[in-house]
């Protein structure tokens, strides 16, 4: 019997990935990022690689250190920008530090462990890329989360802001190229080239729109957001590919992309059949000379929509098919009883800030955060404690810091509280 094999599930993982990071390549701000379910290891470490190869080339992108890492503890002042305060103290004067969201400006955001995220960090990351500031960045949030686990709702959030989704924890070494005879991989083919970047973006038709918006909602696909960012995936597939039309295998490639991580139950039989009637005619009598419709005479006609349907289930993962096969939401497990409730206020478990308090018992003074909130008022301080310091000591004291009851902070801590589960 003759034939090639059907790929393995991880290496079928694995080629959707190299395509999603080729594909982000293409415009790391327009479609917001990646989101990767990966563990530390050799696997994650090839993607990031490769992906960071991509982003040094493309136009928002640029360097080699394409990410500008930042961590889970990350304070909202070093975040937003804030009070230099070692410079502040050294040059006596106020100085203002600019940010790590300003300076990701034409990098690719890393957000390692973003699981372990909390909501106010989460909310100025969104914050920067839906405002009109401008910085542009892309964010690649890796979650480390363990089989059985879930994103908080925080990084759910961040998550909806992200074209791409990919799940490398079934990827294995062989499947990455890393062993075997394909361990030299083409790295150099992922990176787009100006010719495929400087094209025209394709024009979609109503008939592809209404294809992915049918398939967002055959899956159950609450965000507005997923099926924007699917079909501008389309437009760039295609235009890497160099084509000025979009054709099946563009839809295709954007929906088991973009929609099948994001699927929230299987569709029903009825909807398949409905799926495979043809769309009803479209009025031409609704279109003006004013805005002609784009020239579809040369494009390629496109695949039934169950078709569209069919490729989307078979790209969905095996435990989240399993999951939707029970009547389970993909997110009914997102910050749920196994992680607990927060405790208010707690006193016991991981800093994660400093919020302003007078310590009392068990409560640990933040020492940087106090200075941070005190230096702003020397100025003032000095000047009214100028006059008693003067006619007492003959001079004032410029080194000394004044700090009051309203400038003390404390550090917060995350308490998780009892589970039944």
Aim: hydrophobic letters at 40%; glycine letters at 8%; proline letters at 7%.
């Amino acid at each position: 019997m003759t034939g090639t094999a059907p790929p393995s599930p991880g290496a079928a993982q694995w080629s959707r990935a190299l395509l999603a990071a080729r594909l982000m390549a293409a415009d790391p701000v327009g479609v917001g990022g990646l989101y990767l379910r990966a563990r530390p290891g050799p696997v994650r470490d090839r993607f990031l690689d490769v992906l960071g190869r991509a982003l040094g080339s493309a136009d928002d992108c640029h360097g080699s250190d394409a990410f500008v890492s930042i961590p889970a503890h990350t304070t909202s002042d070093r975040l937003s920008g804030g009070i230099d305060l070692a410079a502040t103290l050294d040059q006596g004067r106020l100085v203002n530090d600019a940010g790590l969201l300003t300076r990701a400006h034409g990098h690719a955001v890393l957000l390692s462990g973003v699981e372990r995220f909390n909501r106010e960090t989460c909310a100025l990351i969104e914050a920067a890329m839906d405002g009109p500031q401008p910085e542009r960045f892309a964010v690649v949030a890796i979650d480390e989360s363990g089989d059985g686990e879930d994103a908080t709702l925080a990084a759910e959030a961040l998550r909806d802001r992200l074209a791409f989704a990919i799940d490398l924890t079934d990827v294995s070494i062989r499947d990455a190229g890393l062993v075997g005879p394909d361990a030299v991989a083409s790295e150099g083919d992922l990176v787009p080239t100006a010719s495929r970047k400087g094209g025209p973006r394709p024009d979609p038709s109503e008939d592809v729109i209404a294809r992915i918006v049918s398939v967002a909602d055959a899956f159950a696909i609450p965000s507005l957001r997923a099926p924007l960012f699917c079909l501008r995936v389309a437009e760039l597939h295609a235009a890497v590919e160099g084509r000025a039309l979009l054709n099946h295998a563009d839809i295709e490639a954007a929906v088991v992309l973009v929609l099948a991580p994001r699927a929230r139950q299987l569709p029903a039989d009825d909807e398949t059949e409905d799926a495979s009637e043809p769309p009803p005619p479209r009025d031409e009598t609704s279109t003006t000379d004013n805005n002609p419709p784009p020239d579809q005479s040369n494009a390629e006609p496109l695949a039934p929509l169950e078709q569209l349907i069919a490729a989307t289930r078979a790209a969905l993962p095996a435990q989240l098919l399993a999951s939707l096969a029970q009547g389970l939401s993909a997110t009914s497990g997102t910050a749920g009883g196994r992680a607990g409730g927060k405790s208010k206020p707690a006193r016991h478990g991981r800093a994660y800030g400093a919020r302003k308090s007078v310590p009392r018992r068990g409560d640990r003074l933040h020492l940087i955060e106090t200075l941070r909130a005190a230096v702003p008022w020397q100025t003032i301080r000095r000047r009214e404690a100028g006059g008693r310091g003067a006619r007492a000591n003959g001079h004032q004291d410029h080194r000394r810091l004044h700090v009051r009851r309203d400038d003390l902070r404390i550090y917060r801590r995350k308490d998780l509280s009892e589970t039944l589960a």
